[in-house]
């Protein structure tokens, strides 16, 4: 198994382009199922959750191809309902297919996504959801078969949660389906746009996405279309921590800074100057990050979870205490333990975790638990004395694209080995 290894401390200092979104390329890859005529996704980014996007959708009897950064998709001649378990597996938020998947054919079955390294992750939004459009769902020894026999029903649907997922299964269920569906307390992320705007192109009518009130209009089929998926937030977020625990100086290009809002305020709370003009934004870090007295994560346009791990990895040397609350996930610290084994002083009490800041972090062996604590342990890496070797990288590999290269151009020692 190949592992990354990275040489400490450096400072960071250059340029670099932000991929597309991986959290905004699942949903539309889904959304392509609706589209029968061909797709072309720019932006697409190369990591191994679309890949198994990819390999889903070709399973499901559409023709796919990749040149570059574009991703080309025909459903035009899709014949399968049905994701095999071990795809399901791979990627547990391939759960977004199944709205499209019945709205097109009729059926769709896959095993359910049950718990995964954040927690258990639960899907009774998503379910509750498409029977309220009028599908009926039988779940047995884990596989969820969900079947209507006409079209589906427009209907109101008011989320117990603003549950990002959800509200992109609905979406994606209710673009074809008879009359008018309503979402109350959608999801607003920008991720949830992205995808409204994708499945417009298409021919959708679907009116107020980024709000909490998201009215789906529901049309008889969509047709191919081009689109440009939206900049990767995460991986923003995830390379400004990696500057700024390197007291570097960096641009980053192709980012939609309005997205970030949230987490750039943290950033200058810690005292680093980020300066945001177009689709650039220049980080330059403190000799010293200060403490965060308090970060907490909440739905869009709050701090995003996912955003939690590498700014956390930050703050491991920051003067004094910090603390992070986890508002979404269950077992979302689970990466903090291997970040003690490079000298972090971290305690964790169910949703809070409370960092120390110490003097110095030294290299050793440490695993990815998850994506997003994976790259938390590279941010970390890239700040402590010696080497580290980072095992169980396929996690990173999920949801960057040519992360190594990318904090290499910018002066990191890292190699895959
Ligand atoms: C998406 C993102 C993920 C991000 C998360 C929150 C993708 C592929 N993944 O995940 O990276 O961390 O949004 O921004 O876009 N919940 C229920 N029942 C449900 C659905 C969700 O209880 O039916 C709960 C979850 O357990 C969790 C919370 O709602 O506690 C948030 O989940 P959700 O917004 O659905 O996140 P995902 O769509 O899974």
Known sequence: MAKIYVEGPVRLSGEVDIHGAKNGALPILAGTILCRGECILHNCPNLSDVETSL?????????????????????????????????????????????????????????????????????????????????????????????????????????????????????????????????????????ISDLADFLNSAGAKIYGAGSDTIEIHGVAALHGTEHT???????????????????????????????????????????????????DLKLSAPAKLRRIPMVRTLVYPGFPTDAGPPVLAMQTLADGTSMFLENIFENRFKYVDELKRLGANIKVAGKVAVVEGVARLSGAPVECTDLRGGAALAVAALAASGVTEIDKIHHIDRGYDRFEESLRALGAKIKRE
């Open 55 to 191: 390999k889903i959708l070709t399973h499901l009897g559409c023709e796919c191809r990749r040149e570059g950064q574009t991703v080309i998709v025909n459903a035009a001649d899709m014949s399968g309902y049905e994701i095999p378990d071990a795809l399901m597996r791979e990627m547990r938020s391939s759960i977004v297919f199944l709205g499209a998947i019945v709205a097109r054919m009729g059926r769709a079955k896959l095993s359910s996504p049950g718990g995964c390294e954040l927690g258990p992750r639960p899907i009774d939004l998503h379910l509750a959801a498409l029977r309220s459009l009028g599908a009926t769902i039988q779940e047995d020894h884990g596989v969820l078969d969900c079947t209507t026999p006409a079209l589906l029903n427009g209907t109101a649907i008011s989320l117990s949660f603003p549950s990002v997922g959800a509200t992109e299964n609905i979406m994606l269920a209710s673009a074809t389906a008879r009359g008018v569906t309503v979402i109350h307390n959608a999801a607003r992320e920008p991720e």
């Open 229 to 279: 998926v939206l900049p990767d937030r995460i991986a923003a977020a995830t390379f400004l921590a990696a500057a700024a625990i390197t007291r570097g100086s960096v641009v980053l290009h192709k980012v939609m800074p309005s997205h970030l809002m949230a987490v750039l305020s943290v950033f200058r709370e810690a005292g680093c100057d980020v300066v945001a003009s177009g689709k």
